[in-house]
Nanobody, 114 residues
Framework: QVQLVESGGGLVQPGGSLRLSCAPSGSIVGRYTMGWYRQSPGKQRELVATITSGGNTNYADSVKGRFTISRDHAKNTMYLQMNSLKPEDTAVYYC????????WGQGTQVTVSS
């Protein structure tokens, strides 16, 4: 069983930045594909960004050039740096790891509003 703990969400003004963190239990970072997903009220959960065990990254078109997914093996933590935030980025953001079964964190709220 893998537990994922997200942090770093909050309220930010349009154009601002936030960095989300995902800390899994056990040595997970770098072994499996991990990613960030988000879900807004009334919408399906959607992919934001993924990073493979080999370090290849993939982004949703809506966040390309603004968001950066990364990981720190020493800290066993995955990050999502979010810049130039827009109101439409408002959502609950979830950390995911595909370790055979899919595991999800509890989510962290990001609200972009003036």
């Amino acid at each position: 069983q893998v537990q994922l703990v997200e942090s770093g969400g909050g309220l930010v003004q349009p154009g601002g930045s936030l960095r989300l963190s995902c800390a899994p239990s056990g040595s997970i970072v770098g072994r499996y594909t991990m990613g960030w997903y988000r879900q807004s009220p009334g919408k399906q959960r959607e992919l934001v960004a993924t990073i493979t065990s080999g370090g290849n990254t993939n982004y949703a078109d809506s966040v390309k050039g603004r968001f950066t997914i990364s990981r720190d093996h020493a800290k066993n933590t995955m990050y999502l740096q979010m810049n130039s935030l827009k109101p439409e980025d408002t959502a609950v953001y979830y950390c995911n790891v595909n370790a055979g079964p899919n595991y999800w964190g509890q989510g962290t709220q990001v609200t972009v509003s003036s």
